[in-house]
Structure formats: C-alpha cells, structure tokens
C-alpha cells in the first residue's frame, strides 16, 4: 500500500466489533484472565489499545520497527535524550526549535550532559565535532531559517563515530520525508504539528529504527509515564487520516505565497526550500518528495513587526504550525526567545523575521491577508520616519 492508503486506513476495522474508526478505550487497568495471565493489556500507561493502534500506525509510516507516543513533543525529544548518561555530549542543529535548546542547556547540562551547536548543513564541521559524541541530534527544515541537513551524509558521519542519529521530522512528516530509510536510528515528531493538523492536540512522536534502541525507550515511556492519553491518540488517529492530503493543499499554498512575498518590496529574505535559490534545495530534493508548508521571511524593517501581527485578519498572531489554519510567528520573541541573541542571529533568527504556517485555506485570501498587513506596516512605518 502506498503511504496515502496507509494513512487513511489507520484503525480501520482493527477493532473486533469492525468499526471504522478505532475506538477510545478509556479503561485504566484490564482485568488478568488468571495469575500470571494477560491479554495483552494490564495497565493503561504501559499499554492502551488506542494508543497501542496509534504507534503501530506511525512505526508503518515513518519505516521503523516500534513507534511511542508521549503527552508532547518535548515529552518525546525527552524520551530520546534518556538514552544519554553525565558525561555524554550531543551535537545538534544551531537552528533547533527553541524548547529542544532550552532542554538541552538547561535540563541536561546541569546534568553532565553537554551539547556542541554546529550547522549541520555543513557536513565537514559535523565531522569535526562529532568524535567522542553520543548523539547527533538535526532538524530539518530547521526552525525556522529552513537549513537543510543531509540526513544520509549525518547517518553516515554518525555511524563512524559510533553516535545515534536522531532527526526531528515534525517539519516533513513521513508522507514527505523518512529519515530512518535514510540511515536516522530515531525519528522524533511534535506530533502537535502536521500530523495532528488541527491546532487541537498536544501529542509527541518516537519512532526506532532498532529492536534495541525501542526497547530502551519502551522502558522509559512506562517508567516515566509522560503517554499520550487515549483521548489525545484517537484525536492524532483522526487527524492523520488526512495527512496526505493536507500537505500538498499546505505546499500548494505555499509555493505561491513564497514566490509572492519574493517579489514584494518590502520583504528583503523568503527562506523556503522550494525556491530555486535556496541554497539547500539539491540535498532537500535527493532527501524528501515536497518542500513543505513552513515559510520564513525578514521585513524590511523591525519597526513593520508589530504592525504586521497586528493587522492580519485571516491568519492568526500565534505560536506552533502545522494545522490547518495559517499561523504567523515572531520566532526572536516566541518559539525562540529562550535562545540568547547571539548565538540566535547568528544562526539568522533576527528580529525583523517571521515564521509562517501556512494554513490550507484559499491561497488568495492569504496573500490578500499579507498584503493588506504589510501596506499597513509600511504606512505606520513611513508615518513614524515624517514625524
Ligand atoms: C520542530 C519542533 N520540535 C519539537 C517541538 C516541541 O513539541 P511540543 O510543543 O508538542 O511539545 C516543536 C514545537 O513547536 C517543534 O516545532
């Protein structure tokens, strides 16, 4: 079955009774047959059925052998990082979602495990950071300057080094990216993101490409106990019936909103790797089959920020991506403000960009939306420069 196929057919009559959309089993604990018996369900954070449907589905879609589902993405970047012990060290993307950062330095480092920032695009600095490291940790897209990284070159360099390779696909989603076919040994998701689609529920995604490496993570979904509740995986379940369809409306959009603001006078960057200069567009093309719906821009100025979130009407002012409706984000203030400002420029994170989530909706009444935002920017702007 094609992966458009799989996605829609997720659940579907896996439950005795043939219902097409697998039920919620909200049950706690499931009674034992006789001492020492089961039917495979005991107690509901170390196994639920509709959880258990849930990861059996996205193991399929993303290629790999088990699949976790956790009560958010940094509940699913925090489960991956388990693997790690005092004294190990990470090297990771200088372009990380912001909360994967402040994990890394302020949750891990105090204790004792350290975490070196290269750009991973650039797979000779990858090698020359990596010996001695346990992990190589990579978006991409990164979020939010778009960055791509090599994904087979980073599994290559990390299996020689002896570390994992773990990417965050939230961006691609499998129906356009598999980094475990690619060599990842782990596949992390904000399943809050695309694969949920709907702005409506928190959810995070682990995905082992080795019986080993599941197992380790098994052990610390039920010892740690941060699952996903079965609420939440029907909700997921649901949600990526559609996946496939989604992502093209979501690209569809995008390309046309991409090439608008290119040509727009007050727009001075477009990062998107579906632009023919983005430099990054080669690897992205050999990687994934879309470019995606994640969109950056820089404005001409800082000054047109606030008036630009101020008079969007269709697309909302707010933080996450991924849904259906378009989203605007100002990464310098939000997704990444607990990331110092030097270290954030210089990974091009500067306060005159913002980040679309470019929704599904007509992409004529987006840009329309844009323009009438920016106009309004540039007046407010040219009204501050006269007085
Ligand atoms: C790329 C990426 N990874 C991880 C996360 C964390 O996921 P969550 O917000 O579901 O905890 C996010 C959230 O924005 C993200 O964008």
Same mark, same amino acid.
């Given at each position: 079955m094609r992966l458009e196929t799989k996605f829609v057919q997720?659940?579907? #009559? #896996?439950d005795a009774t043939g219902a097409v959309s697998f039920p919620v089993h909200r049950a706690t604990t499931y009674a034992h047959p006789a001492l020492g018996q089961s039917k495979g369900f005991d107690y509901t954070r170390t196994q639920n059925p509709t959880r258990k449907v849930l990861e059996e589905a996205v193991a399929e879609f993303e290629g790999g052998v088990r699949g976790f589902a956790f009560s958010s993405g940094m509940a699913a970047v925090h489960a991956v990082c388990s693997l790690l012990a005092p004294g190990d060290r990470v090297v990771a993307s200088d372009d990380l979602y912001g909360g994967t950062y402040r994990l890394f330095e302020q949750i891990l480092r105090p204790l004792g495990i350290q975490c070196t920032y290269v750009n991973t695009s650039d797979l000779t600095a990858v090698s020359a950071v990596l010996p001695g490291a346990r992990m190589l940790f990579v978006e991409t897209p990164t979020n939010p300057t778009m960055k791509i990284t090599d994904i087979a070159g980073c599994a290559k360099l990390a299996r020689e080094h002896g570390a994992w390779l773990v990417v965050d696909n939230t961006f691609m989603t499998p129906y356009l990216q598999r980094p475990l076919e690619l060599g990842a040994d782990l596949v992390v998701h904000s399943a809050t993101k695309y694969l949920g689609g709907h702005n409506d529920v928190l959810a995070g995604i682990v995905v082992a490409r080795h019986e080993a490496l599941a197992e380790r993570i098994g052990f610390w979904q039920n010892s740690v106990g941060a699952v996903l509740s079965p609420d939440d995986a029907w909700l997921l379940l649901r949600g990526m019936k559609t996946l496939a369809l989604r992502m093209e409306r979501h690209e569809q959009n995008t390309r046309r909103i991409a090439e608008w603001l290119a040509g727009h006078p007050a727009v001075t960057r477009v990062y998107y790797p579906g632009l023919a200069d983005h430099p990054g567009r080669e690897v992205h093309e050999r990687q994934a089959t879309g470019y995606g719906g994640m969109i950056s821009f820089e404005v001409r100025d800082e000054a047109m920020i606030e008036p630009v979130l101020a008079s969007v009407r269709v697309i909302t002012f707010a933080e996450s991506l991924g849904g259906v409706e378009s989203l605007l984000t100002y990464p310098a203030r939000q997704t990444h403000f607990d990331i110092p400002r030097e270290i954030r420029e210089a990974a091009g994170?500067?306060?005159r960009l913002l980040r679309m989530s470019v929704g599904i909706e007509h992409p004529d009444d987006l840009i329309r939306d844009l323009d009438q935002a920016l106009a309004a920017a540039e007046a407010v702007v040219s009204a501050g420069l006269r007085d």
């Open positions: 997720a659940g579907n #009559r #896996r994170v500067t306060d």
